[in-house]
Structure formats: C-alpha cells, structure tokens
T-cell receptor, first 113, second 110 residues
C-alpha cells in the first residue's frame, strides 16, 4: 500500500462551523505533513509531525489545529475559518529522513462561505 | 535558506517534440532536488529526485532530469512529449522540509 488517503474530497463550511480533515497512510512513515495550496500556486507547508510529535508549525493561525493520534493518522481541525482559507489541503507522508521523497494524498478541496 | 526557481510560468510544446521545464536552485551544501507533477484537482505525484551520483536522473513516465552543478540547474526533460503530459510541474528542494518552486504549466498540443 503506497497511498495516502484523505477524506473528505470536498468540504463546504460556514465561518462558524467546526470540521475536520483526515489523512491516513499505512506505509510505516514516521513523518506526516499538512500543506495548503491555492489554485495554480505551489503548496505551502503548514505543519510537520515527526514520530507523532509536532516538529514544525509555519506560523499557522490557531483556527487550524493539527492532531496526530497515531503514526498512521493525521487530522486537521478547522474552526472559525475565513473565506480566504478556501484552498486545496494536501496531506503527505515520508520516512522522515532528509532527502526522502514525500507521498501526497489527493487533497481536500475546502470552500469557506 | 534553500530555494528553487522556475523561470517559466508556462511551456507550450507540440506532441512528439522534446520538452524541457527549467529549474535553478540555491542551496548550501549538497542539494536534494525533486520534480513533482500535478494533474487538475489532484495531489502531487513524484517524478524523480537527485541526491548524489549520476547527473542524469531517470524517473517516471519517461521523464529525466539533468543536474548541472556549475549552472545550479536541474531541468526536467522528455525526448517526446505526449498530450497526456499536460499538467503543472513543480521543482522542489528538501532539507528538513520540502520547498517548492512557483510551478510551470506544461501544455502539449497536437
């Protein structure tokens, strides 16, 4: 199994809603990532988990809250988002060593109304 | 800080012709360089990577990339383009995190 699975594929939410994005991998990878991508732009790193601990937070607003319940799962909890947060949210995983490639999921297309 | 630059927003090529998508890098030490491709409304797919060794790296779907240390370049190439190669291509550099270039839209026309 060389896949990173993200659910849901699409999400529409209001600015007062609370929702969660989910990501799962069964490749035994110890590093997991959240990226945000606007249309036709490069992905921007949000968070990195290494061995289930948050190792990088790229100064992301607190309305985004990551969680890594175990080595296979990664969640992104969303609360009080703004319309400008509408984007494709990508999850990725890797073995965690420098130089190793990242495996990406297909993403969750988020629209905030 | 490590970075990569993609000087072309878009590259157009006729099917069957060779294609090149350009990337230059700025790193301290040995570079870990990657190419990813993204089809519409999809995640990124790994094409190839350079760490050390041969300057010509072969990857998926017939793509290859040439590492040139003197020109600090890592251009993506394919000898004969297909319409199905049309997509958004990202060059990237990796240390602790993976940092992407701005992307190049490749359009292959019949």
């Amino acid at each position: 199994d060389t896949e990173v699975t993200q659910t849901p594929k699409h999400l529409v939410m209001g600015m007062t809603n609370k929702k969660s994005l989910k990501c799962e991998q069964h490749m035994g990878h110890r590093a997991m990532y959240w990226y945000k991508q606007k249309a036709k732009k490069p992905p921007e790193l949000m968070f990195v988990y290494s061995y289930e601990k948050l190792s990088i937070n790229e100064s992301v607003p607190s309305r985004f809250s990551p969680e890594c319940p175990n080595s296979s799962l990664l969640n992104l909890h969303l609360h009080a988002l703004q319309p400008e947060d509408s984007a494709l949210y990508l999850c990725a995983s890797s073995q965690g060593q420098v130089g190793e490639k990242l495996f990406f999921g297909s993403g969750t297309q988020l629209s905030v109304l | 800080a490590q970075s990569v630059a993609q000087p072309e927003d878009q590259v157009n090529v006729a099917e069957g012709n060779p294609l090149t998508v350009k990337c230059t890098y700025s790193v301290s030490g040995n570079p870990y360089l990657f190419w990813y491709v993204q089809y519409p409304n999809r995640g990124l797919q790994f094409l190839l990577k350079y760490i050390t060794g041969d300057n010509l790296v072969k990857g998926s779907y017939g793509f290859e990339a040439e590492f040139n240390k003197s020109q600090t370049s890592f251009h993506l190439k394919k000898p004969s383009a297909l319409v199905s190669d049309s997509a958004l291509y990202f060059c990237a550099v990796r240390d602790i995190k993976l940092t992407f270039g701005t992307g190049t839209q490749l359009k292959v026309e019949l």
